[in-house]
């Protein structure tokens, strides 16, 4: 075997071995660097990610609140895939994602007294220690992109009792160049919230210009159900004093 086989096979090997660590600890490192931003406990089944294609993988992935909130649960995400345009950001100045789906069996959201929710402290925990100037928002593109949530949990922490109300949404919808959280706001989707009786909830659980669009387009719905119901009694009421003069004309 000539020195050069032998350098490449060892080579090889190396890489081999150096990949299957990576993909052995990238878990373990994952849940601590999330639990010291946060504060808040992940676990994570599997995760594989290969940095020079942009394909992420996450299996099994489970948030859990911090001891102070009343419930433990946060979010259980049964699975998450992306193909990452892996050099997009340098070229472009945007992370451009060919291709994202996630896939959630529950989110809780908690409202504590004072306003606060574990997803307002979640989403805020990654600003800190950040400059006092706000930062620009980063560009997005998500070429493809579906999302699934089937159960919706809202607690309400602010009473001498916790209320937990449970919402078997059962979303599934694919969206195409996204590059605005409030697009996925599409009409079906608040008026499934809608349905719900989620008139004002979730716009105060989320933060952020989100939760403001996510409120805003609930209200939307109801704003028209409301127009169309009043639009209904009129034209009933119209119909009802036509008959009646019909049937009164009619009479000897």
Do not use: C
């Not at 992935?61 to 649960?73: E, F, G, H, I, L």
């Not at 919706?152 to 078997?168: F, H, I, R, S, W």
């Not at 605005?180 to 599409?186: E, K």
Request: without cysteine.
């Amino acid at each position: 075997m000539s020195g050069a086989l032998k350098f490449w096979l060892l080579a090889g090997g190396v890489f081999a071995a150096a990949a299957l660590a990576w993909m052995a600890f990238l878990p373990a490192v994952v849940e601590h660097e999330l639990r010291a931003v946060t504060g808040f406990d992940a676990r994570v089944a599997v995760l594989a990610a290969n940095p020079f294609t942009g394909r992420v993988a996450v299996r099994e992935m489970t948030v859990r609140n911090p001891p102070r909130y009343p419930a433990p649960d946060f979010i259980e995400l049964r699975e998450l895939r992306a193909d990452v345009d892996a050099y997009s950001w340098i070229f472009t100045g945007r992370i451009v994602v060919n291709d994202l789906e996630l896939d959630a069996a529950k989110v809780e959201l908690i409202r504590e007294r004072g306003g606060g929710s574990n997803a307002g402290e979640f989403m805020a925990s990654f600003s800190k220690g950040r400059s006092a100037s706000p930062a620009k928002p980063a560009k997005f593109l998500v070429k493809k992109l579906r999302i699934r949530l089937d159960q919706l949990v809202v607690a309400d922490n602010t009473g001498p009792k916790l209320d937990e109300k449970t919402y078997d949404l059962h979303i599934d919808h694919s969206y195409t160049n996204v590059t605005d959280a409030s697009q996925l706001l599409v009409p079906d989707v608040a008026r499934t919230l809608y349905a719900f009786g989620l008139h004002h909830d979730l716009g105060q659980l989320l933060p952020g210009d989100f939760g403001r669009a996510l409120g805003d387009a609930i209200d939307g719905v109801s704003d028209v159900g409301s127009r169309l119901r009043d639009a209904g009694k009129r034209t009933g009421d119209y119909l009802k004093g036509l008959l009646d003069k019909l049937e009164q004309s009619s009479k000897p």
